[in-house]
């Protein structure tokens, strides 16, 4: 559920098409119970008009810097001043370019550059802009200032093209914004996830693996980051972007993982071991790759390590979240699980309803019993999960301060 209180965000609108998405952006920012001021470039009023933002924000749209309405003269300063947070979107590649460069040569860049709040940023532009070096460079810098870039998303563009460019839509914007009104309940704390499944070579061109996407790892990591963590995240092959903020680390086998484990779990506070780690690898692996012609090969299996197990296991462990994908007795075998390995937490789902969804519905297991979370989206999923596993985790921190 999308939580904005009476958050106080001003809205800023940069010429490209997608500005017309802005108005929906205002009206569910409102419906939330967000209290909305919009600033206007030039160039945005091509697309849309100050009117129209002005009926949904009930509030006048400012655009110029010398305009008569603020008392004061100085609408630069005076309107972000109560505000909480601004969002510019869409930003276009110029506006971007802008802010990488402290441009202020109209009223919103002098705004953003003269802002006491949080700054986000929804790019919003044509593929090549946005796959543009120069484009790169530019969110590359702004991330490092701490500015949030949210998307953008890829699919169909107006240009009539089709890849990376396009702006998140107005509710996917709504979502990241309450998430990041959300209370880091992790912060100074070092998160190590692993996601993905992993792969065991038979040859050069075959192997052993499983159907994990790698989607219920990656929105763990971001729901740590959105909590405040400092995320490592080891994945095994997926075909998904980690989230900008996390240190990524690509792995192909289980043994590879166990390693990229070991090296950088010294100093972590919280484990949670999202992958799914094949539980055999081909002993008798073969250099090159086999012919049909011999017959059948007959492949020795191994038993690959238990990498969460593992860690538990370890002196002075760090706070360990497992995870079970079952086909059935879902609660008897995950309960049973947790038990064997002494995890603290552990959350199972049923592998016929997770598989190539895009949601879930984990249930949690922890010495309280077990919490079931009800289906949603994976990324609700993990920012439930790591919500209770803030809350389990606390009284350990504690212990270890004192």
């Known amino acids: ?89 869409p930003a276009t590649a110029d506006f971007i370019a802008k802010l990488v460069h402290g441009a202020a040569d109209d009223l919103l860049s002098t705004l953003c550059l003269a802002r006491e709040c949080p700054l986000m940023v929804a790019p919003a532009m044509n593929r090549q802009m946005w796959e543009n070096p120069a484009t790169q460079r530019n969110v590359a810098q702004l991330r490092q200032d701490g500015i949030a870039v949210l998307g953008p998303d890829a699919g169909d563009q107006a240009c009539g093209e089709v890849g990376m460019g396009r702006m998140l839509e107005p509710l996917d914007l709504v979502r990241e914004i309450a998430a990041w009104f959300e209370p880091k309940l992790l912060s100074g704390t070092h998160v190590l996830v692993t996601a993905g499944p992993t792969f065991e070579p038979i040859d050069p061109v075959r192997g052993l693996t499983n159907r994990s996407s790698g989607k219920m790892g990656y929105a763990v990591a971001r729901a740590a980051i959105e909590a405040g963590a400092r995320v490592t995240l080891i994945s095994g092959p997926t075909s998904i972007e980690p989230p900008p903020a996390a240190q990524a680390i690509r792995v192909e086998t289980a043994r590879e993982m166990l390693d990229a484990v070991n090296a950088h779990v010294k100093d972590v506070d919280i484990f949670i071991a999202v992958a799914a780690v094949a539980d055999y690898y081909v002993a008798n692996s073969s250099a090159q790759k086999i012919k049909k012609e011999g017959g059948i090969p007959a492949l020795e299996l191994a038993l690959n390590p238990d990498i969460v197990e593992s860690v538990a296991k370890r002196p002075n462990p760090p706070f360990c979240v497992g995870f079970a994908a079952e086909s059935e007795k879902l609660e008897e075998h995950a309960e049973a699980k947790r038990r064997r390995k002494k995890l603290p937490l552990l959350a199972a789902n049923l592998v016929q309803s997770a598989i190539d969804a895009d949601d879930n519905e984990l249930v949690l297991f922890d010495d309280e019993g077990s919490h079931r979370l009800g289906r949603t989206s994976k990324l609700e999923q993990a920012r439930m999960l790591i919500r209770h596993v803030a809350r389990l985790y606390q009284p350990r921190k504690s212990a270890i301060a004192v």
């Open 1 to 89: 559920m999308v939580k904005l209180g009476a958050k106080r965000i001003l809205v800023g609108v940069t010429g490209g098409i997608a500005a017309y998405k802005s108005a929906e952006l205002v009206r569910e920012l409102q419906r939330h119970g967000s209290d909305i001021q919009v600033v206007m470039t030039d160039s945005a009023c091509k697309f849309i008009t100050p009117l129209t933002l002005q009926a949904l924000s009930g509030k006048p749209v400012y655009v110029e810097m010398w305009d008569d309405r603020v008392p004061n003269g100085m609408p630069h300063i005076e309107l972000s001043r109560d505000r909480d947070l601004v969002v510019v979107a």
